[in-house]
């Protein structure tokens, strides 16, 4: 019988997020604040061999799901390469990527391939002045045909991502809707969340609340929702079917309402901090004691410390120096 990692509240800790780098290319407002991040020298990233010891040690102790975030991955070097390595772990069952598609049309094929079996893609408009202001000049042509390049390659669910922002793209909820219906894929609306410099500055100037985005879709589908349950992958996202349909709509509602009782995650950044919620500073340094010559006992050891310490919930929108610090480029959301 495997080992499980359980927290202080009774949560099983089953699912890695692991940052590949801190960089990107796009510039998101939310994400990346006036004047960017400084980047961590490349140097200090783990290497694909340590990153990969460090997710079997996390897969020894009963993590069975692997998503791979950045910044953007895509753009670090050989990344399918890593894939291939973590898909041969013994007990990772999922391994997933979160991307901003920009690169998707060229290696959807090979990730697929090397063992990535569901994507999911920030998609917050399908104006293009809109996008370009969004991202600091990105290409929405390209990410759309990085979506329809994961679709053709038989990833499974392709998930879009719209951060709701009032005042910028609240008004193309149905618009969205419409879009990913047609292509088959699910569609995440998500509230802007006060992480970084970034997010606590726009967040409560753009803040629109998921049962608002509820109620418009109901209107525009002429049909209930039918809540889902026990979706796969389904994370901090409330679910739900259009009259039963196949396309799954759901909600990620930070702020509205929390959604920490059932965390079964953590996260690994690029330079190896384990990250145990993201609206609370702490962080284990498994990065700095791999490269000090921790061998695995004391690495088990440290995540085994850390997983005790989880915290119950994030606090975000209640203040405190509890509320984020680091940006949300350096941590993979």
Not at 34 to 58: D, K, M, N, T
Not at 198 to 207: E, T
């Amino acid at each position: 019988m495997r080992e499980s990692l359980i927290d202080p509240f009774g949560r099983r800790i089953d699912y890695l997020r692991v940052s590949v780098t801190d960089r990107c290319n796009y510039r998101c407002f939310y994400c990346i604040p006036p004047g960017g991040v400084e980047a961590a020298a490349r140097s200090e990233f783990l290497s694909y061999e340590e990153l990969s010891r460090l997710i079997g040690l996390f897969a020894g102790l009963g993590v069975s799901k692997v998503r791979f975030t950045g910044g953007e991955p895509l753009i670090r070097r050989d990344m399918v390469e890593l894939v291939r390595q973590v898909a041969g772990l013994p007990g990772v069952r999922d391994l997933s990527l979160s991307t901003n598609a920009h690169l998707l049309e060229r290696f959807a094929g090979d990730l697929y391939r090397a063992g990535i079996q569901r994507v999911n893609i920030s998609l917050d408009t399908l104006d293009h002045a809109t996008f370009a202001r969004i991202t600091g000049g990105g290409d929405l042509e390209q990410v759309l045909r990085g979506i329809d390049a994961a679709l053709q390659a038989g990833m499974q669910p392709v998930k879009l991502n719209m951060v709701i922002m009032k005042g910028l793209n609240e008004h193309e909820i149905e618009r969205m809707l419409d879009f990913a219906l047609g292509r088959g894929a699910d569609l995440r609306f998500i509230e802007t969340m006060p992480v970084g410099r970034a997010g606590r500055q726009g967040s409560a100037a753009h803040y629109y609340p998921a049962d608002k985005v509820l109620e418009r879709i109901r209107d525009h589908c002429g049909k209930d929702l039918v809540p889902v349950k026990g979706s796969r992958g389904a994370g901090p996202a409330s679910y739900y079917q259009i009259g039963g349909g196949p396309v799954r709509i759901g909600v990620i509602s930070a702020i509205s309402r929390h959604f920490c009782k059932g965390c079964n995650r953590v996260r690994l950044t690029a330079r190896g901090d384990l990250v145990l919620c993201l609206g609370q500073e702490d962080t284990v340094p498994l990065g700095h004691g791999l490269r000090d010559g921790w061998n695995d006992e004391e690495l088990v050891q440290k995540i085994r410390e850390a997983i005790a310490r989880k915290p119950e919930r994030h606090q975000f929108g209640e203040g405190g120096d509890q509320v984020r610090f680091r940006d949300m480029s350096t941590i993979g959301g």
